[in-house]
């Protein structure tokens, strides 16, 4: 079956730190450009950021760049979402998202609560 | 980078009547790359349409996209009671950016 699957979010201090991750299958995951994309309780849908197929090329949303950073392991099938310096704005369904024209696959999202 | 405005807020509509959703960019769309995609309560959303006019794979022919450069409209031509959702409108022509959506409810 052709899935996204993420795990990690929790609850999370102000300034803390938090990995997610994404579990790819029924696809050839390094074919592919991946995102991750957020959206905060009751809100709409924010593009986090983005990692080409090869994982060389790494692209930023300005509201995490600095703070976050994407990578894959293609050899894993799987990506990843290393969040630092969380702030209460943080607070959302994270999902991981791949790339094909428009979003053609979707995680079921993974919460993060940044709160004290 | 490229804001988009999605009008209505909310349309009310019955089973069976036509919905016309649309879409404004703040700047032309390069190569209509905008994409339309449906949200249910509790659910990720679902991409409906890519290249603001092609249907994805396994979306019914009652969905469709249409516009270029700012405009862009999404029309549902005879609602079904599964197609009450929120709907959002993306950009990824330049960064990626998306609209604030329109929900669609049962009048």
């Known amino acids: 079956e052709v899935q996204l699957v993420e795990s990690g979010g929790n609850l999370v201090q102000p300034g803390g730190s938090l990995r997610l991750s994404c579990s790819a299958s029924?696809?050839?995951?390094?074919?592919?450009?991946m995102h991750w994309v957020r959206q905060a309780p009751g809100k709409g849908l924010e593009y986090v950021s983005a990692v080409s197929s090869s994982g060389d090329n790494t692209y930023y949303a300005d509201s995490v760049k600095g703070r976050f950073t994407i990578s894959r392991d293609n050899s894993k099938n799987t990506l990843l979402l290393q969040m630092s310096s969380l702030r209460a704005e943080d607070t959302a369904v994270y999902y991981c998202v791949r790339r094909m024209g428009g979003y053609d696959l979707w995680g079921q999202g993974t919460l993060v609560t940044v709160s004290s | 980078e490229i804001v988009l405005t999605q009008s209505p807020g909310t349309l009310s509509l019955s089973p069976g009547e036509r919905a016309t959703l649309s879409c404004r960019a703040s700047q032309s769309v390069s190569s209509s790359y905008l994409a339309w995609y449906q949200q249910k309560p509790g659910q990720a959303p679902r991409l409906l349409i890519y290249g603001a006019s092609s249907r994805a794979t396994g979306i019914p022919d009652r969905f469709s996209g249409s516009g270029s450069g700012t405009d862009f409209t999404l029309t549902i031509s005879r609602l079904e009671p599964e197609d009450f959702a929120v709907y959002y409108c993306?950009?990824?022509?330049?960064?990626?950016?998306f609209g604030g959506g329109t929900k669609v409810e049962i009048k």
């Open positions: 993306q950009q990824y022509g330049s960064s990626f950016t």
């Open positions: 029924g696809f050839i995951f390094s074919n592919y450009p």
